[in-house]
């Protein structure tokens, strides 16, 4: 399959899904052209196997938008993904979530597992995330991170997977995500309010969604999920009755979607995108706000710089955490992907500073005095998100005045790296000091 | 030893092209520039070191600061730069603070980039009429206490002030929205005809507004919100 193959199918989806199933505006712009975030990033997580997190208010959309793009990337029919979905409350348990015990089998002294539909299928859902309490969060760590679902000393490895979570606004019976299984998402949207007009309209058409049902596929296919030979032998079977379904969608509704074959074959593509010099050197500047710190180091959590350091003017004063090293992973999957579909060779700016924000959003934790200064200030997005979006522009500010000179530095470092006999670029931002650090030079003379 | 910055193999190594010295003259050069500016408005509209701030004194006085900002390649540093110049000059007539105020609202209004962010906590003297007519699609921060009418004929934009401002905040606006996270002075919101003022701490008193809404400390404060009554 060419990648213009693959980009026209994934273009067929999203347009599908924008037109007939998810009413909402567009709120992102890219290279002239204007797409809704939670449509957009849903999809991509889809193609790079990312994990994603909505937010919003109840009833806007944010498990929906993930069904619709899960059932038609993936090729699993609607009733199927319902009846797969996890949903987050405080008596959750690992048996409903990843599997149980066969009984029959146990009561002949034979310990086996029935996997879960949540485990067993690609794409996984769990709803409303931030209810399930702090400490059964980690429950869903390991699985949420690699696909690999592990109980009674059995394990199940997804080859293709996917995540998406959704997340209420915190009332009285949500809890904070633990910070570690936040930093595991790859990206942070928000499914917006479509205004009142759309809002109107998808009164009229509440059965919408009627048409990515196919009740003899469902059955059949949760007949092979309840079957209880060994997962590995199941999978042709799946397969081949997720691409029926594709058969219907592309009948019924005109819409071709990939097969696994295909989504592979894209992914390749993907991954194959390299990133252009000026998106390379300002995703490490970013970073080096994201983790710098002249007084400790780097960001720590528990550690607070003063007040009056040369830095103060950079993110890494208001910052209170340090990024992972799963930011950068994020960025590059997602920032890939989006130049794939927009049909560039190479990832540059722009792709970058789309990503950033999203990636970002949720990862990074502001001092209370920072994001409290800035909370009332007329926005569009939840605060997290629009912060997120400020940083990209402010250091994008910094960066755009600096570039040749940060290019230089980085250049300049490959040399020293090799055996030349060069001294590091001196410069005033975090990133010529990371540079210095890098090539053995001390932080402070 | 993995080398980290392979992908900067190819980048051709070049000196900068503007050195710092240069930035810096070319800096000065731009601030001068202002300053000459402001020279000659104070040159037009102070006679006999007196500025009294009426309607057509301010009108006249920003169509001169516009005409005579016009055609300078300045950026938002460059304002702030022009603030402190003008702080650190202590003799008369560039101690009067009205015309300053609105020469500086002249350059924000016009400026390239639609947030202006002036860090003048550190001045001593306080600046009048700042934000005066600040067009719709910008923002102009300001960290530090402004002077009297502050955001004055605001016409859409939004003034962020973090500090105390002085009276009259925001007479005469048509749209737009003004924040102060400290204390306003008296007559606030005097002639206002729309938008919106949200004051953080406390309000001395309102003026006589026509339209607009007013809030103290989250409150509504004018329009008053008025309870049904009892019948």
């Not at chain 2, 520039?33 to 006999?48: A, P, R, T």
């Not at chain 2, 962020?160 to 929205?177: D, E, F, H, Q, Y």
Request: charged share 30%.
């Amino acid at each position: 399959m060419s990648a213009e193959d693959g980009r026209r199918k994934f273009k067929e989806i999203y347009n599908f899904i924008g037109n007939h199933l998810y009413f909402n505006r567009p709120d992102v712009e890219v290279k002239g052209e204007r797409y809704n975030s939670a449509l957009l990033f849903g999809l991509l997580t889809c193609l790079v196997q990312g994990k994603e997190l909505i937010v919003g208010e109840p009833g806007l959309g944010k498990t929906t938008s993930a069904e619709y793009v899960s059932s038609l990337f993936y090729r699993i029919p609607l009733g199927l993904i319902w009846g797969s979905e996890v949903a987050g409350h405080p008596e959750q348990t690992e048996e409903k979530i990843v599997g149980r015990p066969d009984l029959g089998k146990l009561n002949q002294g034979i310990e086996s597992v029935v996997w879960s539909n949540f485990v067993q299928l690609p794409v996984k859902i769990v709803d409303e995330i931030n209810r399930l309490p702090e400490t059964k969060q980690s429950m869903i760590l390991d699985g949420v991170d690699r696909g690999n679902w592990e109980y009674l000393n059995e394990i199940l490895i997804n080859e293709e997977f996917c995540l998406f979570a959704t997340a209420n606004y915190q009332d009285r019976g949500t809890n904070t995500i633990v910070a570690p299984l936040l930093d595991r998402f790859d990206v942070m949207v928000e499914s917006k309010h479509p205004g009142p007009n759309l809002s109107f309209f998808i009164g009229y058409r509440e059965d919408k969604d009627r048409v990515l049902r196919n009740p003899e596929c469902e059955r059949e296919l949760q007949k092979v999920l309840a079957d209880k030979r060994p997962y590995p032998e199941k999978l042709p079977e799946i397969e081949s009755l997720c691409d029926r379904y594709g058969e219907y969608l592309k009948e019924e509704l005109g819409v071709e979607t990939p097969d696994r074959r295909e989504r592979e074959e894209m992914r390749s593509q993907v991954a194959g995108i390299p990133f252009d010099m000026d998106a390379e050197a300002f995703s490490r500047t970013m970073l080096a706000e994201l983790s710098f710190c002249y007084q400790y180091g780097q960001k720590r959590s528990d550690e607070r710089c003063d007040e009056g350091c040369h830095y103060t003017g950079y993110l890494c004063h208001n910052i209170q955490n340090c990024a992972s090293n799963r930011l950068p992973a994020s960025l590059q999957r997602y920032s890939k992907a989006l130049a794939w579909f927009l049909g560039d060779e190479r990832v540059d700016l722009e792709h970058v500073r789309t990503v950033f924000p999203y990636a970002m959003a949720h990862r990074v934790r502001w001092k209370e005095s920072y994001s409290s200064k800035r909370e009332k200030e007329l926005r569009e997005d939840p605060l997290p998100i629009y912060l997120a979006k400020k940083a990209v522009a402010e250091v994008f500010r910094r960066y755009s005045e600096q570039k040749e000179e940060i290019k230089n530095a980085l250049a300049l470092a490959f040399r020293i790296m090799e055996g030349e006999e060069l001294e590091p670029a001196l410069g005033d931002h975090p990133i010529y000091l990371e540079i210095r650090r890098d090539l053995g030079r001390r932080l402070r003379d | 030893m993995i080398n980290p910055f392979e992908a900067f193999k190819e980048y051709k190594y070049r000196k900068r092209a503007l050195p710092l010295d240069d930035i810096v003259a070319s800096k000065a050069m731009v601030v001068n520039k202002l300053m000459e500016g402001y020279q000659h408005l104070l040159d037009e509209e102070v006679k006999e070191l007196v500025w009294l701030a009426r309607e057509n004194t301010i009108m006249r006085a920003y169509a001169l600061a516009e005409e005579w900002t016009r055609g300078i390649d300045y950026d938002v540093e460059d304002i702030e730069e022009f603030c402190f110049e003008l702080d650190r000059i202590r003799k008369a007539p560039y101690r009067i603070a009205g015309p300053g105020g609105l020469y500086l609202s002249a350059l924000c209004n016009n400026v390239k980039d639609e947030e202006v962010v002036l860090r003048i906590g550190d001045m001593e003297g306080r600046i009048h009429l700042l934000g005066y007519r600040l067009p719709k699609g910008k923002r102009l921060i300001v960290e530090g206490d402004l002077g009297d009418f502050a955001g004055i004929g605001l016409e859409g934009g939004e003034l962020i002030v973090r500090g105390k401002v002085g009276n009259a905040t925001g007479a005469g606006m048509k749209a737009g929205r003004i924040l102060v996270e400290g204390d306003a002075g008296h007559r606030t919101g005097e002639w206002m005809m729309g938008g919106e003022i949200r004051v953080e701490g406390t309000i001395a008193s309102i003026g006589q507004v026509g339209f607009g809404r007013i809030f103290e400390r989250g409150r509504q404060v004018y329009p008053p919100i008025t309870r049904p009554r009892r019948i």
